[in-house]
């Protein structure tokens, strides 16, 4: 068994992994006091891993915190940390600087070269709203980077004198309140972004993980695959060719 362990800039993701297929996918805002405690009851109903990986682009302290939550439990435990290469499992990096890639968009790549035959457009709909583009026979095409649905929202309230901080309102259209308003504003900010971004790149088609994932397909004019463990998925790819 294998624990899969996703830290991004809101929530830690995790699954537990056997015979090469990624369990339920759990995840859990951080910023919550007694985070470490509460994760330890969560993952001390587990068996022993043979191994844990883990994919970090959020806090270092919280980082720290999980990584002490396994030790404690699994003393000696191996950790594979992956990071972003200039190739890897059949996907080239576009990046001028390989490493610089987010770890989640570079083992999302790779989940979706072996996983989805054809040409994606990856979005990861997290903290922040990331596409990467990935031609059909494994090149990574470069991407984008744009804020996320909550980070936009927060922006709003943190930057103006008025605006509140909204949740998500019933209706998605022409808003007739602040708040409708601003939740429809920045949802379409989101869907603008991935729909603009296929008008200029028409034969990709569009493969969404994070946590607004689903919530966007449900906006999008086009079609849209979502597979919230594809982050996970790549992770195990690493994992698996880290214990051959
Ligand atoms: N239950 C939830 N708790 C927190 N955020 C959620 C939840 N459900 C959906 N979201 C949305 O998901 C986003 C975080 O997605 P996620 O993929 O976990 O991000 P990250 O990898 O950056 O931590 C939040 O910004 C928020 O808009
Ligand atoms: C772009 C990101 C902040 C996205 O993080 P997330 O929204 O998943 O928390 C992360 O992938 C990152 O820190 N990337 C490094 C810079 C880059 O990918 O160019
Ligand atoms: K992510």
Not at 79 to 91: F, N, Q, Y
Not at 107 to 134: E, K, S
Not at 219 to 237: F, P, Q, S
């Amino acid at each position: 068994m294998t624990l899969l362990v996703d830290l991004g800039n809101s929530r830690l993701k995790w699954a537990l992994a056997v015979d090469g297929k990624v369990g339920d996918l759990h995840a859990v805002d951080y910023r919550q006091a007694g985070f470490a405690a509460w994760l330890r009851r969560q993952w001390q109903t587990y068996a022993t891993p043979e191994c844990i990986g883990v994919a970090a682009v959020g806090a270092p302290a919280v980082l720290d915190d999980v990584l002490r939550v396994a030790q404690s439990l699994w003393p000696g435990v191996a950790i594979v940390k992956p990071l972003s290469t200039a190739s890897s499992a059949g996907v080239v990096n576009a990046y001028r600087f390989p490493d610089k890639l987010g770890i989640d968009r570079w083992l999302a790549l790779l989940a979706a070269r072996r996983d989805y035959p054809g040409q994606w457009c990856i979005v990861d709909c997290g903290t922040a709203i990331t596409l990467d583009l990935l031609s059909e026979d494994g090149r990574h095409q470069g991407g984008l980077i744009a804020p996320g649905v909550s980070l936009m929202k927060g922006v709003l309230a943190f930057g103006t004198e008025v605006l509140p901080l909204v949740e998500r309102q019933a209706d998605f259209g022409l808003g007739m309140t602040t708040e409708a308003a601003i939740d429809s504003g920045v949802l379409s900010a989101a869907i603008g972004l991935i729909e603009a971004t296929l008008i200029r790149h028409p034969h990709y088609r569009l493969l969404m993980c994070g946590g607004d994932a689903e919530l966007l397909q449900g906006l999008l004019t086009v079609e849209a695959v979502v597979d919230v463990k594809l982050v996970l998925k790549g992770l195990l790819i690493c994992c698996e060719a880290g214990r051959r």
